[in-house]
C-alpha cells in the first residue's frame, strides 16, 4: 500500500468563519492549483469527504485518512486549539516528523490571530498571508484581493509540491493519536415501584 492522500487539510469547525471560507475559497483553489503542480490525479482531503461511508465510526475514518497522507495543512485559529481532534492530528504529524527525522510534514497556514497559539506551535515559522485574505463570503471571489489570494494559494501548492517529493516511504504502523473516546450519555430510566 503507499499513500492515498496527497494533503491532509485540518480545521475546526467550531472556528468561526474558518469552514466556510475553506469550502469556498481555499479548498477549491488548493486542489486544482495541486492538479497544475503535480497532475490530476492529486488528492486533497477535507472532512466532509467522510459522508461517502455513512455509518463508519468517523474517529476511525478520520485517524485512517491522516494516515493515508503525506502532509497536512492546519489551518489555524485559536478554536483549532480548543479542539482535541485538531490537536491530537497536529500531534499525529509531529510524531512522525519526528520518528522519520523529516520536518515539513506540518505546513501550517494561519487564519485568524495567532497570539493564543501553543508556543510550541508559535516556535514553527507559520504561513501568516492568508490572514489578509480570510473573507468567507462568496462575494469575495469578485474583489481585486481574491486575485492576490490565487496567487498566494497557487504559491503555496507549488511549496507543497516540492514537500511531497520528499515524504517518508508509507509506513503501515504510523501512529495515529486520538482524544479519549468519550462515553456516550446515556440516561438511566428510574425504576419505580421496586
Known sequence: MDYSIDVFVSYSRRAGWAKQWIDNHFY??????????????????IDKQMKEKVGM???DLLAERLGESR?????????????EWC????????KREKEEETPGLIY??????????PESVRSRQLCKKFKKYNNPHLSFKETEPYNH???EVKRLAR???????????????????KPEAEKPNIAR???YGV
Do not use: Q
Not at 111 to 117: A, H, L, P, Y
Not at 159 to 177: H, Q, Y
Open 28 to 45: 477549491p483553489n488548493l486542489k486544482k492549483c495541486l492538479e497544475d503542480e503535480i497532475g490530476s490525479t492529486s488528492v486533497v482531503f
Open 57 to 59: 465510526p468517523w474517529p
Open 71 to 83: 502532509l497536512m495543512i492546519p489551518v489555524l485559529s485559536p478554536p483549532y486549539f480548543e479542539s
Open 87 to 94: 490537536v491530537a492530528e497536529w500531534h499525529t504529524m509531529e
Open 108 to 117: 501550517p497556514i494561519v487564519f485568524s490571530d495567532g497570539k493564543k497559539f
Open 149 to 151: 489570494f490565487y496567487r
Open 159 to 177: 511549496r507543497v509540491s516540492e514537500r511531497i517529493e520528499n515524504v517518508p516511504p508509507w509506513r503501515e504502523d504510523w501512529p495515529v493519536l
Open 189 to 191: 430510566i428510574p425504576r
